[in-house]
């Protein structure tokens, strides 16, 4: 049953040193910055983060970075521009990259909710991010062999959660949030508002509650409404 929790710093509670947190987001494009920044102010560390990448500027994910609170990155873009306090680290040594492409990280994490012990990929084959594991050749063509990643806990960021944990998210920052859901063993969401049950189009339902475990509601409008109203996509 999906609880709910009136702060940030309540939702975060469950992550304990040393967890996979997987973290939902396409650069800040659904990344739950509330939840990050509660991460950072308690304090946790030694995490493994999994992501699309290795943050951006001085905000969320780049701000535990920078603190040293993330012992290993898996990610598919560790470097842009602004991605200074990754580089920082990497280069002094103080934080493990895997490096993952976009595809098959999409791909592990679906494979991790959906209970598939291991796939077959072409992606990266015959490169070095194929050294070290099992090849096979599948009706002519090359793939390399690739397992689920499951995370301890999941922050990931929706627009809507009805009071049984029902999720929508808005347009793109939906992204890597439904997949992540499933994958973790604890999954935390931070919403900008929640409503009644049957306030949400079932056919627009995107993660079913029975995969959300700890809800935050932190926008202006987050109370639960008195009588279900349709929810808004954006």
């Known amino acids: 049953m999906t609880e709910f929790v009136d702060t940030a710093a309540e939702a975060v509670a469950s992550v304990k040193d040393g967890s996979t947190v997987l973290l939902g987001g396409f650069g800040n494009a659904g990344q739950p910055m509330e939840l990050i920044d509660a991460l950072l102010e308690s304090g946790t560390t030694g995490l493994t983060v999994v992501s699309n990448n290795a943050g951006q500027g001085d905000r969320g994910l780049a701000l535990l970075i920078k603190e040293r609170r993330v012992r290993k990155v898996i990610c598919s873009f560790p470097r842009q521009s602004d991605s200074w306090h990754f580089d920082e680290a990497y280069r002094a040594g103080d934080i493990e990259l895997e490096l993952v492409p976009q595809g098959n990280l999409a791909e592990r994490l679906r494979a991790a909710g959906a209970?598939?012990?291991?796939?077959?990929?072409?992606?990266?084959?015959?490169?070095?991010?194929?050294?070290?594991?099992?090849?096979?050749?599948?009706?002519?063509?090359?793939?390399?062999?690739?397992?689920?990643?499951?995370g301890d806990v999941a922050l990931i960021k929706a627009h809507t959660a009805d009071d049984a944990g029902n999720l929508l998210y808005r347009k793109t920052a939906r992204n890597f949030g439904p997949v992540m859901a499933t994958a973790a063993a604890h999954t935390v969401v931070q919403v900008r508002q929640r409503v009644p049950v049957g306030s949400i189009d079932p056919e627009h339902v995107v993660t079913p509650g029975i995969y959300v475990d700890t809800v935050t509601a932190l926008g202006a409008d987050a109370q639960p409404e008195n009588q279900p109203q349709e929810a808004k996509h954006a």
């Open 115 to 150: 209970g598939i012990g291991a796939f077959f990929t072409p992606t990266g084959y015959g490169t070095s991010l194929a050294e070290g594991k099992e090849t096979r050749e599948i009706e002519g063509r090359r793939y390399v062999l690739e397992h689920p990643i499951r």
